[in-house]
């Protein structure tokens, strides 16, 4: 969902959505303009929704009949071993040409044959399932392309981007390349921004025509299925891992040893399947081919193996396996370190030491204010009759830091938040000051140290605040409940963190100790009195982005237990939950919290917002009916969030208006044009403010009621449209503007674009 909410986070990897430009971007050109000149480079009389026309709700049953290999690397392999070309498609959620090629075009018989000589390979980074695998490993193929899953597709679109695109991520897309050059891969074309479909469809019909006969297909279904474990295309993939699934003990074992034979050409999905099925002989077989794979496409599933609990000779066996494709492959080098390190013991934070010193309960009470001025009185004073006393300079040190970072602080220094963030910075400039005097004095130790660090961390010293931090933890400080040794801890493991993501994304080797070193400070954080759900959130992102999702989801789970209204920890639930159960999981994990005795006054807005993400998913995986209950369910839980803590009133307005206008969207597909025109007027009487807000597949309230209210109008039914008319004319104007990838117009032509040679 994109809108703010007010416990929203931004956390540190996000995944990056497509800002494509419409492929015959119009702004606020709905029809023709009133002089009769069409500028949009259309047919004359001809809209932009007559010529991509929206996709109805039966289009989007019907299954997908283009053909899309897994990777690249198939492609390619497929490609040379057939001599047939490579087309590359690019797509995007919302963007209504995307939206006429994915629910129309590509399932469409006579669209379908036009692309059966090509190899093809589709990019999307909108994810349409919430995960790639069952819990046994079946894949759960996209609802939108069909024949891949959401992560292959999104996976595959970094790397074509960098191939093909010249820096422009444009949808729909269509590329034509060739392997038959020396120097790498060429473009034949590369044809987007096109107005109509009629030139797209030619260019594909021409690229084929003009390279001379087509070689004839390679069929091997006649062929023993485990023969078939070495092929790269995906038909025959599928064939195995069905094979498989339906087979006795004695097949699978055959295709398991097929697999290890023909280790380099990656049959991981079928290793995939044995390591999570339920047959503790066929997962042994899959764990001993994953520790003599070769093949990167293994990595993913050698992660999945080591997330349950095995024999320590297996481990280590998938661990060095790991270790050996990390030669080529970064990813693995990444899991192989990781698990180095969590198996090792922290040297500079003494995780004994600091549970002993929690042990008590220490928890928060807020400083008192006139007691830190008192202190930082008596330790000016002390330094000015002891001018060269370093105890009394670190003592004035910690008082004006704990002054300038008190709550406080931004309402009692000055009438406005600019002249008091100013004399906050001279505070801790000053702290920064008498820390520095005091080491040049003699200081040492922890306490020095951690006023150093937190001081310069305040003030944007970032590099300095993190080598006095690491400085800092290796003594456990006397007062280890104090907020300064949470603080200084947390800096600890940012440092470690930002240097462990430097490495991976530089593709350097990095020390195991690191890893052992972040777990370790989060481990304390979490039962520090001064720890913070942020600081778990952290960890869980960290941790989940290194591959180590079974340290990941324990700490999540004990993270919510100390903050149960954590809206950075329920993002994290969401993520975990519908990756390891789907969105019908999602729910039902949500309806189980609901039931405790305990549960949270605010667990009904993050149930609200747990139905809305299911709804989208089933949305996108054309289950109409169970979108339809979940969006309900998330209006029933906002307002059962309004009625037990009123101050949620915005953002559950907010959320249920969009989840009314999600409800019309769906009306508008399936044709009824009466209960959309009442469900779009139900979500701007809701909250107006949330008009324009795009949902999780790129569709608003407003753009629904301009789609919508074209139809009325070209039906001629005056009243409806009228109403709709007249709620789009009470909108703040602002609100009805088409979104950022509808306002660019397209250059003139938008015929397909010849390409150079390129490698």
């Not at 292959?152 to 981007?161: A, F, G, R, V």
């Not at 993913?300 to 066996?317: F, T």
Request: one cysteine or more; aromatic letters at 6%.
């Amino acid at each position: 969902m994109h809108p703010p909410h007010p416990f929203a986070r931004f956390a540190f990897l996000l995944p990056v959505a497509l800002g494509l430009v419409s492929s015959n971007a119009l702004t606020a050109r709905d029809q023709e303009p009133r002089d009769g000149v069409n500028r949009s480079g259309l047919p004359a009389g001809t809209t932009r929704e007559q010529m991509w026309y929206a996709p109805s709700a039966e289009d989007w049953k019907r299954p997908v009949l283009v053909t899309f290999q897994r990777s690249w690397e198939d492609a390619v392999a497929v490609a040379r071993e057939t001599g047939r070309p490579i087309l590359v498609c690019v797509n995007m959620d919302g963007e209504i040409a995307s939206e006429h090629y994915a629910g129309v075009r590509y399932r469409s018989p006579e669209i379908a044959k036009l692309y059966e000589p090509y190899v093809c390979v589709i990019a999307s980074t909108y994810r349409h399932n919430p995960r790639d695998h069952d819990e046994h490993g079946h894949r759960i193929l996209c609802p939108r392309f069909g024949s891949v899953t959401c992560g292959e597709h999104i996976s595959i679109e970094p790397l074509l981007y960098e191939k093909f695109m010249e820096g422009q991520r444009i949808a729909p897309r269509h590329i034509m390349v060739e392997l038959d050059g020396a120097e790498g891969p060429r473009e034949a074309f590369d044809v987007y921004l096109a107005f109509d479909t009629a030139s797209v469809f030619k260019a594909i019909e021409n690229g084929i025509a003009n390279r001379g006969p087509t070689p004839p297909p390679i069929v091997r279904g006649d062929r023993p299925i485990v023969e078939r474990v070495a092929s790269r295309d995906v038909v025959d993939r599928n064939a195995v891992e069905e094979a498989y699934r339906n087979g006795d003990a004695q097949l699978r074992q055959a295709l398991l040893d097929a697999a290890t034979e023909h280790a380099a050409t990656g049959p991981s999905e079928l290793l995939r399947l044995a390591v999570m099925g339920l047959d503790p002989d066929a997962a042994r077989r899959a764990r001993t081919a994953l520790a003599q794979t070769s093949a990167e496409s293994a990595v993913d599933v050698i992660a999945e193996a080591l997330r349950v609990p095995i024999e320590a000779g297996e481990r280590e066996a998938l661990v060095k396996a790991l270790e050996r494709l990390g030669e080529t492959s970064p990813r693995a080098r990444t899991l192989a370190v990781v698990h180095n390190g969590l198996a090792g013991r922290s040297a500079k934070v003494d995780v004994d030491g600091w549970a002993k010193a929690l042990e008590g309960g220490a928890s928060y009470v807020p400083a008192d204010r006139v007691a830190l001025e008192a202190k930082v009185e008596a330790a000016g004073e002390a330094s000015r009759t002891r001018p060269d006393d370093a105890e009394s300079r670190v003592a004035r040190a910690e008082a004006l830091l704990g002054l300038a970072v008190d709550p406080e602080s931004d309402s009692s220094f000055a009438p406005n938040r600019r002249v008091a963030a100013q004399q906050k910075t001279l505070m801790l400039e000053d702290a920064l000051r008498a820390a520095l005097e005091a080491e040049r004095l003699g200081a040492t130790g922890w306490r020095v140290q951690s006023v150093i660090a937190i001081a310069s961390w305040y003030l944007g010293k970032t590099r300095e605040a993190q080598t006095r931090a690491e400085a800092a933890v290796g003594s456990l400080p006397a007062d280890a409940a104090s907020w300064n040794a949470a603080a200084v801890l947390a800096l600890f493991a940012q440092s470690r963190q930002e240097a462990i993501i430097a490495a991976v994304r530089r593709q350097e080797q990095w020390p195991p100790q690191w890893m052992t070193d972040v777990t370790a400070a989060y481990g304390v954080l979490a039962r520090h009195p001064f720890g913070t759900d942020l600081h778990v959130a952290s960890n869980y992102d960290f941790l989940k982005y290194v591959g180590a999702m079974g340290r990941a989801g324990k700490a999540l789970d004990e993270g919510l237990a100390r903050f149960p209204d954590s809206a950075p920890l329920h993002d994290c639930l969401r993520a975990r939950t519908l990756d390891e159960r789907g969105a019908e999981g999602l729910e039902k994990t949500y309806e189980a919290m609901l039931a405790k005795p305990a549960a949270s006054r605010n667990l009904p807005w993050f149930a609200g917002y747990a139905s809305l993400v299911a709804a989208e998913f089933h949305r996108r995986a054309g289950e109409l009916d169970a979108a339809r209950g979940a969006y309900e369910r998330a209006i029933a839980h906002y307002d059962r969030a309004i009625t037990a803590n009123p101050d949620n009133q915005k953002t559950a307005d907010h959320y249920a208006a969009m989840a009314l206008g999600a409800l019309a969207r769906m009306a508008y597909e399936a044709q009824d044009d009466a209960k959309a025109v009442e469900l779009v007027l139900a979500s701007f009487a809701r909250c107006p403010e949330a008009a324009n807000a795009l949902d999780g597949l790129n569709f608003s309230s407003a753009d629904t009621s301009r789609q919508l209210l074209i139809r009325l109008r070209l039906a001629e039914n005056t009243a409806l449209a009228d109403r709709v008319e007249a709620a789009r004319r009470a909108l703040d104007p602002r609100l009805l503007e088409p979104p950022a990838y509808e306002r660019i117009d397209p250059p003139p032509g938008g015929e397909a674009r010849p390409r150079r040679r390129r490698g």
